[in-house]
């Protein structure tokens, strides 16, 4: 039996691979570079996303997402180009969400209004931290009052508007973080992103790391408690988590990630973009494009296929499913877990968790249960065992 | 054939590093036993390595043909055994079938612990010994405090020493020509029954089992039927030959000659170091005295990994004992591990050699359980059981006492560090038997008790002494103590995998070292969990895992599906890895590590 593609949604990812500078902690596929050919990288775009058109015909696009590297640093008139093609190309659904990932400068605050004219209706600003020093810490070169600014540029410029802060910083104690938070909290924005900091190996903090050289980490009985408070502050403010690390208003919530979080269908452009998608007729796609910017670029322009393509197998995309959909708190259906994994779930181990109050049952939906909600990695590890 | 007037037989003994590898080359060389084009570095060891492989250490021999000062050729035989305590039995059986042993020790080093042992060896053999001080080109060479020492520390007579540097090849001819004249020829009856000592013997993919043999009366020639007399089989011979040191065919072999036969046998189980070798007809009588096969002093539980590859364990373990005769083995079930074998070896390094070759040569990841000694165990009815497993300990209100097997340890270590080898030695139950110095080097005996030293005696020697002991064994028989088992509860379920015996005074020590250790390599688990010691039903140790309480990823989006499901994966196979003790995973290095001991 064949899933129905529509169960989630479809969506469009498009990777903008630069940034300003690198910082110590990102592990995105990203790269600072002195010269960028904006044009040649607007007609590749254009080229991958008739390519997909050509194959996957009907789709209805729900949203599209510029995210990076920093896509405040393309072009209005490229951001245009895209959103243009896409609806010439595809139908789009008439609440269609178009998300920018923006760097909070100045500099880049100032083309907010430009992006809203190339019709992004929503962007997600990249503030982490809210004192200069944290800021510096963290690699950024935006100050806190910069971000402050940008942030109330983007409120007024756009529809929707979101930010991110990384807390369980160095040298953050609960207490630090509770304040931050609450200042956060004032600010009348409907959606935020909360990440604790995590130690990717491969960037300058993950180095260091393990060098042990990164000193002032909270522990993880501090990062616990820093986490429980998150999730009581925003519900206590109204924005509710949704996601384990994304808080929003009713109805404020980010469809593009949505789509993700419920296993629906995305196609990925740019370098390092990954997609999933299905065809009518076939199990769903798993794409992957090459890292490399100049790589991706030159195919694309020669219109080359450029991505690996690998079919997921029933056994995969149940795991996908669960570990994507179980972030949320509306949980995921077993009766779809069930379609996409060709298999049920264990009674015997559903019966379990629910019985230690891991997991709640709602009808056909699973739930993990606000106390578990942190330790969803090892719910996920028991859930998939043989 | 060669008159018995013209042989002479002899091993090399020393202390690791002293310089015999080395030494062996340059007598080869010398004698132009390999043509110098064929010559590489430590010729023996080159075997030796591959013979490493499979299983037991082997011993190595090589022929040589020496014209000596007087003119007459000579025939000089050597073989080259490991020393290794583990191999003990087939030492001394190799021992026995020379007459003599060159004592190579380092001039710069002096004697070492292994020199003694593998001396001592050779005095039990009744050989000539010849000291041969090496690396005499060495600025740090002091061969008259060598000559001292083996005088008073070994107490044999070093005025016939020979300087040497086996590196420049200064002395070796000195060496050659005592060899002839200080080592005493073979004797033998060339017209007796045959009869041969069976000294070693190794699977060979070509010729099927290689037999080594030491003839002592009579001769042998291909086609002759000869007889084990152990056990009685027969075999007609395909063919006998001598080692130069690559394996060359003779006509025959006669007293006081070493060589080899093959016979398609077809096991190396079948063939018995130490075994006397006759003719079917006409053979020998009465075997040669002392074949005594060595019996295992370790043991422990090997366990697959993966419990589906119980069977290619089995087979595993089957063919490597076809090969080794002092392997054991019987098959296991363990409520932690699952199926698998309980394993005896002759000690640690045999018991190493053994699962590495299962881990790589077969690819079966093992866990190995804690080796444990065989205790003796007197029931209040007067029966005696040997007790290879703790978990087979029988009801305590059934045992009258206890008995465990002590070894004599001998431990030579510079000055410095005599204060914690006496505190170490005397942790593990030690009793000090002799304490006596050479030069800056004390030299402790101490009266042990095996258990305490299977398990990381060894380890922590080295690192209490920054590697400047040097540490041998042998065994000395079972003496009774206040022995008891203790078992571990990891939240509340009995982990049988971990019990072990221990002495009643140490016990919470080591249930106490036992539960923290378990606390740090236990992951945490979703729940708090109890770790216990307690022998019977008595809690002796007590600590408490807490529970984990963060795991999820911060961030998970379009690009993370696939990297989150492969991190699944392998923490899944590495699940697999773990063991299940009712809600509990344990991995299996906790089973290695848990039960090495700290401090
Ligand atoms: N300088 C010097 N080095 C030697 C001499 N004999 C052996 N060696 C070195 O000592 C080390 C141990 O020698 P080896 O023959 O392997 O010792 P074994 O363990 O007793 O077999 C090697 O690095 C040899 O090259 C010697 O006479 N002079
Ligand atoms: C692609 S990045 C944002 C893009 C934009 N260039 C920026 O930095 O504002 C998405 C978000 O992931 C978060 N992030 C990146 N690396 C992280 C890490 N190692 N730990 C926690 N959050 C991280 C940051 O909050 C960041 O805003
Ligand atoms: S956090 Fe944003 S700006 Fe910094 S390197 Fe990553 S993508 Fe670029
Ligand atoms: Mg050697």
């Known amino acids: 039996m064949l899933e129905n593609w529509q169960n989630g949604g479809f969506s469009i990812y498009l990777h903008w691979p630069f940034c300003e500078a690198k910082c110590p902690y990102c592990d995105f596929n990203s790269y600072v570079s002195a010269s960028i050919d904006q044009d040649a990288w607007k007609s590749a775009y254009l080229r991958e996303i008739d390519r997909y058109a050509d194959e996957l015909p009907g789709r209805v696009v729900q949203s599209i997402f510029f995210g990076g590297g920093t896509p405040s640093l393309m072009e209005p008139s490229t951001v245009q180009a895209v959103i243009d093609r896409v609806a010439t190309r595809f139908s789009v659904a008439n609440d269609i969400e178009i998300t920018l990932e923006a760097n909070p400068s100045s500099v880049e605050a100032s083309r907010f209004s430009d992006y809203r004219t190339a019709g992004v209706n929503r962007v997600s600003l990249g503030v982490q931290a809210l004192n200069d020093p944290d800021l510096k810490r963290l690699g950024r070169l935006h100050s806190a009052a910069e971000a402050v600014r940008a942030m109330e540029i983007a409120q007024n410029a756009f529809d929707r508007a979101s930010f991110d802060l990384i807390y369980a910083r160095q040298n953050q104690s609960v207490s630090d973080w509770t304040a931050e938070l609450k200042q956060a909290l004032t600010m009348g924005f409907s959606h935020l992103s909360l990440y604790q900091l995590t130690i990717e190996s491969g960037t300058a903090f993950g180095d260091r790391y393990k060098r042990g050289k990164l000193g002032g980490l909270p522990s993880e009985d501090d990062s616990a408690d820093m986490y429980d408070v998150t999730v009581e502050m925003c519900k206590a403010a109204g924005i509710p988590m949704y996601e384990v690390s994304n808080f929003a208003a009713p109805g404020e919530q980010s469809n593009h990630n949505l789509i993700y979080w419920r296993y629906g269908d995305y196609v990925g452009i740019g370098p390092g973009a990954h997609g999933r998608f299905s065809h009518p007729e076939r199990t769903r796609t798993a794409t992957e494009t090459p890292l490399s910017p100049a790589k991706w670029l030159q195919a694309a322009l020669a219109g080359r296929d450029q991505e690996t393509r690998q079919l997921l197998s029933a056994e995969e995309q149940g795991v996908e499913f669960l570990l994507m959909g179980l972030r949320l708190r509306e949980g995921v259906s077993l009766d779809r877990f069930t379609e996409l994994a060709g298999q049920d779930l264990s009674p015997n181990i559903l019966a379990e968790l629910e019985s230690e109050g891991v997991i709640i049952r709602r009808d056909d939906q699973i739930i993990v249960s606000d106390q578990y909600v942190k330790l969803l990695n090892a719910v996920l590890e028991r859930l998939i065992e043989d | ?599």
């Open chain 2, 1 to 599: 054939m060669t008159q018995l007037s013209h042989i002479r037989n002899f091993s090399i003994v020393a202390h690791i590093d002293h310089g015999k590898s080395t030494l062996a080359d340059r007598l080869i060389q010398e004698t132009q036993t390999v043509a110098d084009r064929d010559m590489k570095a430590q010729l023996l060891d080159a075997m030796d390595i591959e013979r490493e492989r499979g299983i037991t250490i082997k011993a190595n021999t090589v022929r040589l043909d020496y014209t000596a000062d007087n003119g007459e050729k000579y025939v000089l035989n050597l073989i080259d055994t490991p020393g290794h305590v583990d191999f003990a039995y087939e030492v001394s059986r190799s021992m026995r079938a020379v007459e003599g042993s060159l004592l190579v020790v380092d001039s710069t080093q002096g004697v070492e612990a292994q020199t003694l042992a593998n001396v001592y060896q050779a005095i039990d053999a009744d050989h000539e010994i010849v000291p041969v001080f090496n690396k005499i080109d060495l600025p740090a060479s002091d061969v008259d405090r060598v000559a001292e020492q083996v005088e008073d520390v070994i107490g044999i007579d070093a005025s016939g020493a020979i300087a040497v540097s086996a590196k420049t090849g200064q002395g070796i001819h000195e060496v050659l020509e005592a060899i002839v004249n200080v080592l005493p020829a073979p004797e033998g009856d060339p017209d007796g029954p045959f009869k041969a000592m069976l000294v070693d013997s190794w699977y060979d993919a070509y010729l099927g089992v290689v037999v080594l043999i030491r003839v002592i009366d009579g001769h042998l020639k291909k086609g002759e039927r000869i007889k084990f007399m152990s056990n009685g089989a027969v075999y007609p011979v395909d063919r006998v030959g001598v080692f130069r040191p690559a394996m060359q065919n003779a006509d025959i072999l006669g007293p006081g000659e070493i060589g080899f036969l093959t016979a398609s046998i077809k096991q190396v189980r079948d063939t018995r170091v130490g075994d006397t070798i006759t003719h079917e007809k006409k053979g020998a009588t009465v075997p040669l005295p002392g074949f005594n096969p060595s019996v295992p002093v370790v043991f422990c539980g090997l366990f697959p990994v993966d419990s589906a590859e119980f069977e290619d364990l089995r087979d595993a373990i089957e063919k490597l004992a076809l090969n080794d005769a002092s392997f054991s083995y019987e098959m296991e079930t363990s409520a932690a591990l699952g199926f698998g074998f309980r394993c005896g070896f002759l000690g640690l390094l045999h018991l190493e050699v053994i699962r590495d070759r299962i881990e790589r040569e077969y690819n079966i990841e093992l866990i190995t359980t804690a080796p444990s000694v065989v205790y003796h165990v007197f029931m209040k009815d007067g029966s005696m059981t040997e007790l290879h497993n703790p978990a087979d300990m029988p009801d305590p209100s059934t045992i009258d006492h206890i008995e465990e097997p002590r070894i004599k340890a001998t431990i030579l270590v510079p000055d410095d560090f005599l204060g914690d080898v006496l505190k170490l030695c005397q942790d593990r139950r030690g009793i000090q038997l002799d304490l006596s110095y050479a030069g800056s080097r004390a030299m402790v005996v101490y009266d042990l008790p095996l258990n305490e030293v299977v398990f990381d005696f060894y380890d922590r020697l080295k690192s209490v002494t920054k590697g400047y002991a040097s540490f041998d064994y042998q065994l000395e028989g079972y003496r009774e103590d206040n022995l008891v088992k203790m078992s571990v509860l990891v939240n509340d379920e009995p982990v049988d995998a971990l019990s072990m015996m221990v002495h009643r005074d140490r016990a919470e020590m080591r249930g106490r070292a036992m539960c923290e250790k378990l606390k740090d390599l236990i992951p945490r688990h979703m729940f708090k969990i109890p770790i216990q010691a307690a022998i019977g039903g008595k809690v002796i140790a007590r600590e408490t895992l807490s529970a984990l309480r963060k795991d999820v990823t911060a961030k998970c989006y379009g690009g993370d599906a696939t990297r989150k499901r492969k991190l699944l994966d392998k923490q899944k196979a590495g699940k697999k890895k773990m063991r299940q003790f009712g809600k509990v995973d344990i991995p299996q290095e906790a089973f290695i590590s848990a039960l090495k001991m700290d401090n």
